[in-house]
């Protein structure tokens, strides 16, 4: 045991160490903050195009009153722009003048004929996005006043009949299902991600030291258990360090800097509590743990480090199916997938803490999902550390599926 505490001491100390570390875990960090700030940014910018915008004229051109008056009531509507209403017919030769000298920002002429009102948007141009300044409903909506006053209506009538429809959605189970699967889906990408990437660091790890014939010491002076093991520790105590700075600094920015409304309807986390922060610890531990083994193994088969991302191809593409198998049991709840998900050990880290915070596994079922992860990482370390014994010093052979079996079956020296 203290072997594998001094081998995961020296892993970790090296891995903090690393120029590239610090640096890439400062960006990220800051990406973060930065992040949570875009409603921020977004509302100062707009704040500020707003100011000028107000100052801009748009020009509408009503020469036949259709609107009887009523387009005066535009400026009143505060919608970020000063309009200039006329009833002089102006030629396109006048108007692109104004547009060019900056007289008017855009224009709008009202015509109509047999059976509809035509609003002829002019501007110098309309840009790759096809967006106009002005919403066209809003002309609609004025019209249909005018007519209505023809008809003789009140304003306390024609305000009944403009009055706007509002569908509301009545949920009677546990809080917003749609807000708690948003944030299920998130915890199992972060997972996913962040399991991936540590556990892919221990081949890596694996792989530089062989290469750069650290092993030889390593070996003499401790055993392959005791490098796969702490190896494993060392790098897990890393992830699970930056997972934490990462939720942290996540946390304070958003408390400090993320406007408290803009997420309502969207997301729900009402039922992030202290058993799930623990329940998604454990799985990130035990998921970390199963995926490091597997890539421990195939660390010490390659020999050179070009070789690890080729050798752990395959891994990656078992990752993947467990996460896409915990994705569509989350999208599809009654599926029988739900169950395969959480006991599969592919895929139960990304799936179990999901579907914990939606309520939807019981006790049981999360305590089979351990059990069988616990024996899974078990039998996957054993494996692991048998073979690595036997290739320890493999520097140069190429190893096949016929090799990988031999060494499993060679005796420890």
């Given at each position: 045991?203290?072997?594998?505490?001094?081998?995961?001491?020296?892993?970790?100390?090296?891995?903090?160490?690393?120029?590239?570390?610090?640096?890439?875990?400062?960006?990220?960090?800051?990406?973060?903050?930065?992040?949570?700030?875009?409603?921020?940014?977004?509302?100062?910018?707009?704040?500020?195009?707003?100011?000028?915008?107000?100052?801009?004229?748009?020009?509408?051109?009503?020469?036949?009153?259709?609107?009887?008056?009523?387009?005066?009531?535009?400026?009143?509507?505060?919608?970020?722009?000063?309009?200039?209403?006329?009833?002089?017919?102006?030629?396109?030769?006048?108007?692109?003048?104004?547009?060019?000298?900056?007289?008017?920002?855009?224009?709008?002429?009202?015509?109509?004929?047999?059976?509809?009102?035509?609003?002829?948007?002019?501007?110098?141009?309309?840009?790759?996005?096809?967006?106009?300044?002005?919403?066209?409903?809003?002309?609609?909506?004025?019209?249909?006043?005018?007519?209505?006053?023809?008809?003789?209506?009140?304003?306390?009538?024609?305000?009944?009949?403009?009055?706007?429809?509002?569908?509301?959605?009545?949920?009677?189970?546990?809080?917003?299902?749609?807000?708690?699967?948003?944030?299920?889906?998130?915890?199992?990408?972060?997972?996913?991600?962040?399991?991936?990437?540590?556990?892919?660091?221990?081949?890596?790890?694996?792989?530089?030291?062989?290469?750069?014939?650290?092993?030889?010491?390593?070996?003499?002076?401790?055993?392959?258990?005791?490098?796969?093991?702490?190896?494993?520790?060392?790098?897990?105590?890393?992830?699970?360090?930056?997972?934490?700075?990462?939720?942290?600094?996540?946390?304070?920015?958003?408390?400090?800097?993320?406007?408290s409304d803009i997420l309502n309807g969207i997301i729900d986390?009402?039922?992030?509590?202290?058993?799930?922060?623990?329940?998604?610890?454990?799985?990130?531990?035990?998921?970390?743990?199963?995926?490091?083994?597997?890539?421990?193994?195939?660390?010490?088969?390659?020999?050179?480090?070009?070789?690890?991302?080729?050798?752990?191809?395959?891994?990656?593409?078992?990752?993947?199916?467990?996460?896409?198998?915990?994705?569509?049991?989350?999208?599809?709840?009654?599926?029988?997938?739900?169950?395969?998900?959480?006991?599969?050990?592919?895929?139960?880290?990304?799936?179990?803490?999901?579907?914990?915070?939606?309520?939807?596994?019981?006790?049981?079922?999360?305590?089979?999902?351990?059990?069988?992860?616990?024996?899974?990482?078990?039998?996957?370390?054993?494996?692991?550390?048998?073979?690595?014994?036997?290739?320890?010093?493999?520097?140069?052979?190429?190893?096949?599926?016929?090799?990988?079996?031999?060494?499993?079956?060679?005796?420890?020296?």
């Amino acid at each position: 045991m203290r072997n594998v505490f001094i081998v995961s001491k020296f892993t970790a100390l090296e891995t903090f160490k690393k120029k590239a570390f610090k640096i890439t875990f400062i960006i990220l960090l800051l990406l973060i903050i930065i992040a949570f700030n875009i409603p921020n940014i977004i509302n100062l910018v707009k704040n500020n195009t707003d100011q000028d915008d107000f100052n801009e004229t748009i020009l509408v051109i009503d020469e036949n009153n259709l609107y009887e008056g009523k387009l005066e009531s535009l400026n009143l509507m505060q919608l970020g722009y000063n309009f200039e209403i006329s009833n002089q017919f102006k030629d396109d030769v006048l108007l692109k003048e104004m547009l060019l000298n900056d007289e008017i920002e855009a224009a709008i002429n009202v015509t109509e004929d047999e059976s509809s009102i035509i609003l002829n948007y002019i501007t110098e141009s309309i840009g790759l996005t096809g967006n106009i300044l002005v919403d066209g409903n809003i002309f609609t909506e004025l019209y249909k006043i005018v007519q209505l006053e023809k008809l003789g209506l009140t304003d306390e009538e024609i305000i009944k009949i403009n009055a706007p429809i509002i569908f509301e959605v009545t949920e009677l189970g546990d809080g917003d299902s749609g807000g708690i699967l948003a944030v299920a889906m998130i915890f199992s990408l972060v997972l996913f991600f962040a399991i991936y990437y540590y556990a892919y660091q221990v081949s890596s790890s694996i792989t530089v030291e062989k290469t750069s014939r650290v092993m030889d010491t390593l070996v003499t002076s401790t055993s392959p258990k005791s490098i796969v093991v702490g190896k494993t520790l060392g790098i897990g105590f890393v992830g699970l360090t930056q997972v934490f700075a990462i939720i942290l600094t996540s946390f304070i920015s958003y408390k400090l800097f993320f406007p408290s409304d803009i997420l309502n309807g969207i997301i729900d986390i009402s039922n992030i509590n202290p058993v799930f922060i623990l329940v998604t610890v454990i799985y990130f531990i035990l998921g970390y743990t199963l995926y490091a083994f597997i890539y421990a193994l195939t660390g010490s088969l390659v020999s050179k480090p070009e070789d690890v991302q080729q050798a752990g191809s395959l891994v990656a593409i078992f990752v993947l199916i467990g996460f896409y198998l915990a994705y569509f049991s989350m999208m599809n709840p009654a599926s029988s997938f739900n169950t395969i998900a959480t006991m599969l050990p592919l895929s139960s880290p990304f799936s179990v803490p999901a579907r914990y915070i939606t309520g939807a596994i019981g006790l049981l079922d999360l305590t089979l999902s351990i059990i069988i992860l616990l024996v899974s990482i078990m039998l996957v370390a054993y494996i692991a550390i048998k073979i690595y014994s036997s290739a320890s010093f493999n520097y140069g052979t190429k190893v096949n599926f016929k090799t990988m079996i031999e060494m499993f079956k060679q005796k420890e020296n």
